[in-house]
Each structure stands twice: as C-alpha cells, then as structure tokens.
C-alpha cells in the first residue's frame, strides 16, 4: 500500500505511482504552480490590453499619436513581447504583430509586422 501525495489516502499501484487519482495529481500541480500560474496569466492579460489598445488607435495599419493618448487608454509601456531593431539601430516595440517607434517630442508611429512573413 502506498499514501497518496495530496490527499493520505492509501492506495494500490505501481511502485512509482505518487497520486491515487487524476484529480489528486491535478490537485497538486496546481497547488504548486498557482503563484506562477497567477503571475503568467496577470502578464498576458496586460499585453493583451496593450495589443487591443495598439489595434484600436491604429485601425489603418499606420498611424501617428502622442503618448498621452497610450497613457489615457492606460496603455503600459513596460510590458512588450519583442523589439525589432532596424539596421540604422531603430527599435520598434512590439505586443505580438502590433508595434511602435518613438519618432520624438512624444509621439509615437504605429505599425502592424506582417505575420505571414514570420516563421512558426
């Protein structure tokens, strides 16, 4: 007989076999992975927003707008999945295919990066 990991309950099995159920092994996985769980999900959800908030003030594929915009949208600048430096030392900020440039005194140029030219 064997203790199970999350719950003590006995149980009949392998020699290796660590959780008496599904359940029990599920359980425990996320009680071990609920502070990182919670920190990736609170993440994707800011670049999310800021993807959305880059579609809406940028619905033609190119637009010019001043930071103040992004920061009333609550747009956070802090939070990017890639930057795309050009060969002159550009850097575009990018939330997934929606990005920008500084293009100075506060104002940002948007772009969309065709995606269908990435590699997967």
Partial sequence: MQKCLNCN?????RSDKKYCSDQCRSEAYNKKNVKSSKYMRDVHKILQRNRQILMKLNPSGKARVHRDQLNKHGYRFDFFTNIYTTRAGKEYYFC?????IQTGDDFF????????KLDP
């Fill in 9 to 13: 309950e006995e149980f009949i099995g």
């Fill in 96 to 100: 997934y295919e929606h990005g920008y």
């Fill in 109 to 116: 140029t948007l772009v969309v990066r065709d995606v269908e």
